[in-house]
């Protein structure tokens, strides 16, 4: 599972200029209300340019398993995300891929959604679980932060399933970000932009180098 995500990706370039930051995944939006969607077309290309030099996850709000899997077969997602209020079950319906789970914790909600996890067979579980900023009216992309102290015995109830942290992760905190919560990834969209889907190549560099050294994973 990657562990440093540039999420909301849409120019070719930024894509390239991403994978030589030194992130191992890109987000691939397609959410038709995010500033950062995109098309099956760009997707492909992203394939073609930049083939195994990143993990690219197609990134979806509410859509039904069907079109997510013909997406995925289209353009060669490596892995899926799930970022709306699908139900834990999609996990399994759209096996063989890998799913990313996105969850909005925060408070009692922890609870349940450890409560859900736990009665889940161990072949139906996700691939990770990315949780993000509780922000009502938004899906993910706002810029807030998660509730890191909610997360901090996040092994006691995720069941081994690598745990990537999300919301407001900017170059200059996520490295208390991950020091707080010691996820297995970050994930970031808005921290490294000069607006909604430009991604900034310093900002960029910053970000992807503080996570890489937060994370032990070490300089490029
Ligand atoms: O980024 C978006 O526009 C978006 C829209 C709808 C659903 C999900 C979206 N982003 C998913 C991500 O994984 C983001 O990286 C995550 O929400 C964190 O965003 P940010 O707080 O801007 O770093």
Redesign the pocket.
């Known amino acids: 599972m990657f562990r440093v ?1 540039v ?2 990706v849409t120019t070719l370039d930024d894509a390239a200029m991403v994978a030589d930051a030194g992130a191992d995944a890109i ?1 691939l ?1 397609f ?1 038709a ?5 995109v098309t099956p077309e760009f997707a492909a290309q992203v394939r073609d340019r930049l083939g195994d030099r990143v993990q690219r996850i197609g ?1 979806f ?1 509410n859509e039904p398993p069907e079109r997510i899997g013909q997406l995925a077969d289209e353009c060669g997602f490596t892995a899926i ?1 799930l ?2 209020d699908e139900p834990l079950s999609m996990v399994a319906e759209l096996r063989p891929w890998p799913v990313v789970l ?1 969850r909005r914790l925060a408070g009692p909600n922890t609870a349940v959604f450890a409560e859900e996890l736990a009665a889940l067979p161990a072949d139906a579980l996700p691939a990770a679980l ?1 949780v ?2 509780a922000v009502p009216g ?8 998660a509730d890191w102290q909610a997360l901090t015995d996040h092994d006691q109830w995720r069941r081994g399933v690598p745990l990537i942290l ?4 900017r170059p200059y905190n996520v490295a208390q970000a991950v020091a707080a919560v010691r996820p297995h990834g970050v ?5 490294v ?1 000069s607006s ?2 430009v991604k900034d190549p310093r900002l960029t560099g910053q970000f992807v180098a503080a996570a890489r050294r937060a994370l032990g994973i070490g300089a490029l």
Do not use: F, I, W
């Open positions: 995500k999420c909301g987000g939006n959410y209300k995010s500033p950062r969607c990134l709000v995300q970022h709306g996105a990315l993000d900023a938004h899906y993910g992309g706002s810029g807030q932060q999300a919301g407001g992760l994930d970031t969209a808005s921290g932009e909604p889907g």
